[in-house]
């Protein structure tokens, strides 16, 4: 499976930014994609997760209300839709999958988690 992430960029705070993940290759058709970000010297921190059949999204408690997960299972594609931006929201952005599903979706806030990573999209937002 190979993940494509793009988007990212420089912005001012309070702008937008929509973030795509490209999946390819694989032969299942029953998974979970979510996306994660991660600055110099933290670790990866879960943003926002999604179950590819059936929709259900999990966000972090630090983006709900201005970031907005979606889908397109056709192109096989999330995107993450980035509202008022922070300063604090800076950070390499990385898309990952992991099959098969979990029961439980907000279990995917763990990277561990997540066998399948795309090579990250940079986001900065000046303040």
């Known amino acids: 499976v190979q993940l494509q992430a793009s988007g990212g960029g420089l912005v001012q705070a309070g702008g937008s930014l929509i973030l795509s993940c490209a999946a390819s290759?694989?032969?299942?058709?029953?998974?979970?994609m979510g996306w994660f970000r991660q600055t110099p010297g933290k670790e990866r921190e879960f943003v926002a997760c999604?179950?590819?059949?059936?929709?259900?999204?999990y966000y972090a408690d630090s983006v709900k209300g201005r970031f907005t997960l979606s889908r397109d299972k056709a192109k096989k594609s999330v995107y993450l839709q980035v509202n008022n931006l922070k300063p604090e929201d800076s950070a390499v952005y990385y898309c990952?999958?992991?099959?098969?599903?979990?029961?439980?979706?907000?279990?995917?806030?763990?990277?561990?988690?997540?066998?399948?990573w795309g090579q990250g999209t940079q986001v900065t937002v000046s303040s």
């Open positions: 290759g694989g032969t299942f058709d029953t998974y979970d």
């Open positions: 999604i179950r590819w059949n059936g929709g259900r999204i």
């Open positions: 990952a999958l992991d099959t098969p599903p979990l029961t439980i979706l907000s279990a995917r806030r763990f990277a561990s988690g997540f066998d399948y």
